[in-house]
């Protein structure tokens, strides 16, 4: 196994995609949502998580790192940085389902995080859902520490029942 990790590439969006959406599947807000409270509209869980790829990638595509095993790619990592703040921000991390438990993740996060260091930066956030078995063991063990936790709400506001004024 060669485990290279390299910057974003003009062609990777769509393989990025693709493992984002499968690795997100049971720990994702907006599946949440759907499952909850049923579709909002036309769009999936999956493409609002895409939209969330294109933001990253528009964001700060030099904060984009790939793996890739044997030319193939097999994860990536997403990062923004508050420079003012001196903080740097993981929204994303995936990794394809064929390679996990390869120290992919691993790989990733160390490279998200020597880039923050290499660019002054003090802290790295990260976040994880509490369904999320995987990133709460992970995290920590690259040395992350829990700081807090946090409820997500949602409702529906194209039903009956939904409308504030029932709410008085």
């Known amino acids: 196994m060669s485990l290279q990790i390299r910057p974003l590439q003009s062609g990777d969006r769509e393989s990025l995609y693709r493992i984002l959406v499968e690795s997100f599947d049971g720990v994702s ?44 790619i097999a994860g990536f990592i997403t ?15 995936a990794v394809h389902r064929d390679h996990r438990g390869r120290g992919v993740g691993r790989k990733l996060l160390e490279s998200a995080i020597q880039h923050f260091r290499d660019q002054g930066l003090r802290l790295a956030r990260i976040e994880t859902l509490d369904q999320n078995p995987v990133g709460q063991h992970l995290y920590p063990s690259v040395g992350f520490v829990e700081v807090a936790r946090q409820i997500h709400f949602a409702m529906r506001l194209d039903t009956p029942g939904s409308d504030l004024g029932d709410a008085v």
């Open 79 to 93: 990062t923004w940085m508050d420079r003012e703040a001196s903080v740097g921000f993981i929204p994303n991390l």
């Open 29 to 72: 807000i907006d599946q949440n949502i759907d499952g909850r409270l049923g579709s909002t509209g036309q769009c999936d869980w999956q493409w609002r998580k895409g939209r969330h790829l294109d933001d990253d990638l528009r964001r700060d595509p030099a904060g984009v790192f790939v793996a890739t095993i044997d030319g193939q």
